[in-house]
Each structure stands twice: as C-alpha cells, then as structure tokens.
C-alpha cells in the first residue's frame, strides 16, 4: 500500500503566497505522475497541476504563471508553490500519484486525504 501525506494549507490574504507539499510513502517501486487536484464546495474535484517522472508540466489554465509544481524524487515528495492567491482558489487541494508498487506489481492511482486552502478578499 502507498500512503499519501499532504500539508502546508491554510488561511492566507489575496495577493499571499503558500506551499503545499506531499509526501508518499510505502511500497513504492517507482512514482509515475504526481499531482495536485482542487475541490471547492459544490463544485467538481478539478486538476490544478501535473509533472511526470520526466519533470514535463502542465497546468490549469487558471493558476498558469502563478503556481508551480515541482518533486524531489529521492524524498517521493511533489510540491506545490502557490503565489498571487485569489478568493477563488479557496478549496480542497488533493494530492495525486500513479504508482507501481512492489506488491502486486500494478500502476494505480492514489490521492491524499486533502488539505484546506482558504484565500480572504
């Protein structure tokens, strides 16, 4: 099993900036993609960012040129740089990783239990 760690959400003022971070652990063989989906109340859980094992990006059109996306495979950690925060980007980020495990040997998809990001106007 792969477990999925994610923190650094919190309050923070329009304009603020804030890091997520997500930490995988367990029978990890190799981590394929990571990322960061949102979920804001009443709506659909969207993508926010991508970056695979090669370290190509991709982002939503909506948070392009003020959040980046990184990882550091030696930690199996993805990160998230949120900067110019928007009312708008309050939500439930949730952490996102394809992984083939030792056991049993498969690609799956796992996601962290989600982190709060609230931005005041």
């Known amino acids: 099993q792969v477990q999925l760690v994610e923190s650094g959400g919190g309050l923070v003022q329009a304009g603020g900036s804030l890091r997520l971070s997500c930490a995988a652990s367990g029978s990890i063989k190799r981590i394929n993609a990571m990322g960061w989906y949102r979920q804001a109340p009443g709506k659909q859980r969207e993508l926010v960012a991508v970056?695979?094992?090669?370290?190509?990006?991709n982002y939503a059109d909506s948070v392009k040129g003020r959040f980046t996306i990184s990882r550091d495979n030696a930690k199996n950690t993805v990160y998230l740089q949120m900067s110019s925060l928007k009312p708008e980007d309050t939500a439930v980020y949730y952490c996102?990783?394809?992984?083939?495990?030792?056991?049993?040997?498969?690609?799956?998809?796992?996601w962290g239990q989600g982190t709060q990001v609230t931005v005041s106007s």
């Open positions: 996102n990783a394809n992984v083939l495990t030792f056991i049993p040997g498969a690609n799956r998809d796992y």
């Open positions: 970056i695979t094992v090669g370290d190509i990006t």
